[in-house]
């Protein structure tokens, strides 16, 4: 290895003039145990059929490897199959320009340059072209060539879980699982003559993260989203029109950055109390309960008017059943609305008011994002969070209201180890300033902010953007839903896909 010098690596498409260089060095065994070589007439074929699945590794100027490659498709593949069924006896006519799968039907490194990671550049390129053809995944027949030296100790399955868990060391298999591609299944025969694999074979697979299914009208989905959070301040207002004409302000102003969300925070309707002073605590909450079905109708209109999605922060509602919920509600540009429910309260809220926790926990589609919200003291507590991330939540919106730094302080810390351990978004929104006027509700504290994961392509600190403290302000921001699908299959650390689902797990009870 020493003696070679490499002072220019490179891949590049297969062309049939690179067909003598392939056959000086590019030999496999057959079916009959003979080595041969791809023929002439092979290679011809699969570049005239398929040129970009083609590709070879040149080294300085010399060609050291290739890989080759068809497309076929995933129900003809996904179960038993032997390598002359998949290549139509290596006739290629297999081959289907519509399927959705890329498969590989062979890799080839020269001896002398392995150890190089030459091999993982041509599995890249395979990758790209995957996701560049928009198929499903890319997938083929791995021999387990170590596999013989173990046969008699113990079956196929339990051979891929030592190599998995690192005990036992295949050339091929553990390259392959190194490589990001799963084990499907084991299959028999695959190559009848394979006599180190025992004629077993893995039928390999990886993921193409960004497959979207062809439809008649594919319309490429939106993977960056603004979002705009509103720094809301707590001051005397006389009436509902009042409040709203300060809430369609900021509506407005987010809407101008073409914004796809916008965030108020928890109890940002509070002032409203002020005419309900001189009764009790309980009977004040009461009577700002009474605004929220307007209160409703009202952010329903605005997210129309200025076509954006509207996450109403939170407000009392009295339900049916006669008790008091902090309810807020996602009111969508297109007009439709759900609501969400605070689920638990803490011991003021229950306190003071009488404040019952809700039951009702969802993520919530939109058009350009998964979402989940919790409400200030629910975001402490992880395993809501959990739930949602495993509905598919990419974006979890936070309205709080705090009112001393250390209150502030749990919901922030605990926002963003949200983020990091679910590998999503979080946005969280508070309100600042003081009301004099009102029980209960005396000091504010907040600084809003975007939280992202922990990893390269994100913020060192894990913090996309943050408002000032303790001032009244909008703060918009843009989150890459991509970086995220990234995350979850190439982050230094995958804490979704880590867990140990063998030992433990997390869900709502019926």
Known sequence: MDSI???KVQIRNLQIEDYDQLAQSFTRVYTDGSDVFWTHKQIEKLIRIFPEGQIVTVVDEKIVGCALSIIV???????????????????FNTHNPKGNILYGIEVFIHPQY??????????????????ELNLK???????????????????????????????????????????????????????????????????LQWDNIYYQPPTQEYISPKTT????????????YTSLDDLFEQVEFFVDAVSDYKSDFVLFPEYFNAPLMARFNNEGESEAIRGLAAYTDEIRERFIKLAISYNINIITGSMPLIKEDGRLYNVGFLCRRDGTYEMYEKIHVTPDEIKSWGLSGGKALKTFDTDCAKIGVLICYDVEFPELSRIMADQGMQILFVPFMTDTQNAYSRVKVCAHARAIENECFVVIAGSVGNLPRVH?????????????????????????????????????????LDLLNELHTYGSVRNLKDRRSDLYEVKMKK
């Open 137 to 203: 995944a890319i997938m083929f027949g791995g021999r387990i060539p170590n596999y013989h030296k173990y046969a008699d100790q113990m079956r196929p399955k339990e051979y891929i879980d030592k190599v998995r868990q690192k005990e036992i060391y295949d050339p091929v298999l553990t390259f392959q699982l190194s490589n990001d591609f799963h084990v499907r299944k084991v299959m028999r025969n695959y190559l009848p003559n394979d006599e180190e694999s025992k004629h077993y074979a893995c039928l």
């Open 73 to 91: 498709n995933y129900d003809d593949v996904k179960n038993d199959h032997t390598y002359a069924q998949v290549t139509g006896k290596e006739t």
């Open 225 to 236: 989203v603004r979002v705009g959070l509103v720094q809301w301040q707590m001051r005397n």
């Open 114 to 131: 392995r150890g190089l990671r030459l091999a993982r550049r041509m599995y890249e390129y395979r990758k790209e072209l995957c996701e």
């Open 440 to 480: 209960n509700m005396d000091i504010q504290y907040a600084q809003s902010g975007v939280f992202t994961p922990c990893d390269f392509t994100f913020p060192t600190d894990g913090k996309r953007a943050e408002a000032t403290p303790n001032t009244e302000m909008i703060l918009v921001s843009d989150v890459d």
């Open 5 to 7: 010098k490499i002072n």
